[in-house]
Each structure stands twice: as C-alpha cells, then as structure tokens.
C-alpha cells in the first residue's frame, strides 16, 4: 500500500510505494533538477536551457561520428539565437541561418516595411525585393511598343491598350461572350456573333422588340434565335432577333409557325411571326427571310 512521505526539498505529501527511492522528491522538483539537462528535454521539457543541453549533445555526438569517420546522422533539431531588430529594437528569438535574408535584422514584417511604407503597408511596389535582398540579375522587362488599337469581342467598341493581344474591353464582355459560345458548343450549333450586332439590329427596329415591337430599353433586349439552337439554328446573326425577355421566355424552342399556333390556342395577342420578304429590317436573316416571309 501507498504510504504519505514529505517531498525532501519542498516539504509537500508524496505518496510513495514501498520500493520508492531513499530520496523522496515530488515531480514539479525532479523536473526542476533535471532542467537544463538532457534528461530534463528527455523528460519533457522544452525550455532554453534544456534545448541548449540538446544542442551541444548533439554538436558532440557529430563531432564524434565525423573524428571516428563515420556517416552522421540527419536531424530536425534546429539552433535559435537572440537577435536584436533593426526597427523597433525589440529582441527576438529565430533559428540561425547560414545565409542572411535580408540586409537588416527585422522582428515582423511590418518592422521590415516601416521605415519606407509606414506602418501597416499592404502594398508593395515592384522594385521591392530588389531592395531588400538586392538585384538577382541585369534583365529587365521590354516596354510595350503600344499604344494598340482592338475592338472588344462582345460589345464592337473600340479601344486602345499596351498589349497587342486585347480582345475584350474588360472582364465583363469576356464572361459574356465566353458563356455565349458555351451554349452554342452544348448544342453543336455553328457561327458567333457579337452585342454590337444585336444592338445594331434593336436600333433598326426602332429600340423596340422584333416580335411584339413594344419599345425596350437596352438592358432589357435579349438576343433570341428564330430558329432555336435546340433544333439546328445557327449561332451567328443571320438566326438572331432583338427581343424583349416576356417573347423570348414565351417562344422557348418552337418553331414560328408552332409559336403563332401556340399563341392562337391561349388566346393571346399577335405577334409578328411572319413578315414580308423585302422588309430591310429582315433582310439580314437569309435564307431563313425566306422561308418565313408572309
């Protein structure tokens, strides 16, 4: 049975068996005995003292390995110093570099910026490492030879940029005109065409839908395909139409004359449907002006 005992060197009850040491020591004593050993960081602890005591454990373990000629291990253990920052003049603790990574000795990177940026700089200017860790190499970038001139992919705008390979005027026409040609690819259907196109085509219907011509602003003109990608239409201008969102949601993937019989049924107003084949405003339609003139 376990026995109370008096720790030798703090005076608190340890409770011991009977094959107990003579010396009766609690455990926060033996760890502070054992501290700034290496049976103290065997034991547990991970204070600079005991992780001093493991360096140089190690340092003479391979300097007895490297004098006997023998293969030194590989190990994780890593040195710290004390180190004094260049800005703010606080000291720090960081492991010892072979090489230093920058000119001056810094605690964070905001000390690092200070001097130059101020305090809290998010952004930094090209030149930037250069001056840090110095210039790598003589080579520097070639200016553009521009200014070019594009016209934007979606919208038929005209531009200028440095880059000779502008295609779009900004992010917003490329998603559009990205996601036009996506639809297009999922039904096979061939051709492109552009805003600039349908805008052209909306202004000659007098700014207003091609079917009900009810006058539509803009931002509320959709690009409809007479005959639908879904039944063999093309995907360029010479399929398209101006139209309002209600006409476009309303003839879906019908053809004109199954549209206008649709219509008939629910009792719904007319549409023009069908038109006469020397009307300008078509004309850009081809073969299908044809086959669908009245």
Not at 180 to 197: L, V
Request: glycine letters at 8%.
């Amino acid at each position: 049975m376990p026995s109370l005992d008096q720790c030798t060197q703090c005076g608190t009850a340890v409770k011991r068996g009977r094959t107990s040491a003579a010396k009766i020591i609690c455990r926060p004593c033996r760890r502070m005995d054992r501290c700034g050993t290496l049976a103290g960081y065997a034991a547990g602890c991970k204070c600079q003292p005991c992780k001093t005591a493991k360096a140089a454990s190690i340092r003479a373990y391979v300097a007895k390995r490297k004098a006997e000629g023998r293969p030194v291990p590989k190990s994780d253990w890593r040195e710290y110093e004390n180190l004094t920052c260049d800005c703010c003049g606080n000291i720090f603790k960081r492991e010892k570099r072979n090489q230093k990574r920058y000119t001056g000795t810094y605690c964070s990177y905001l000390c690092r910026d200070y001097t130059r940026w101020g305090p809290l700089s998010k952004k930094l200017p090209k030149t930037h490492w250069v001056n840090m860790i110095g210039a790598t190499s003589k080579w520097t970038p070639p200016k553009p030879e521009g200014p070019y001139s594009y016209t934007c992919g979606w919208c038929d705008t005209q531009g200028v940029s440095d880059y000779p390979t502008t295609e779009y005027c900004d992010t917003a026409c490329k998603k559009r005109a990205g996601r036009a040609r996506r639809r297009a690819k999922q039904f096979g259907a061939h051709g492109t065409y552009t805003w600039g196109q349908v805008v052209g085509l909306w202004a000659q219907f007098n700014k207003a839908c091609a079917y009900c011509h009810t006058p539509t602003e803009l931002e509320h003109i959709q690009a409809e395909h007479v005959i639908a990608l879904a039944r063999g239409g093309a995907n360029n201008i010479s399929n398209i139409l101006p139209s309002c969102a209600p006409c476009n949601s309303d003839k879906r993937d019908l053809t004109m004359d199954e549209w206008k019989a649709d219509r008939e049924r629910r009792n719904l107003p007319e549409v023009t449907t069908h038109w006469h084949p020397r009307d300008r405003r078509y004309a850009h339609l081809g073969e299908v002006n044809y086959l669908l003139a009245a």
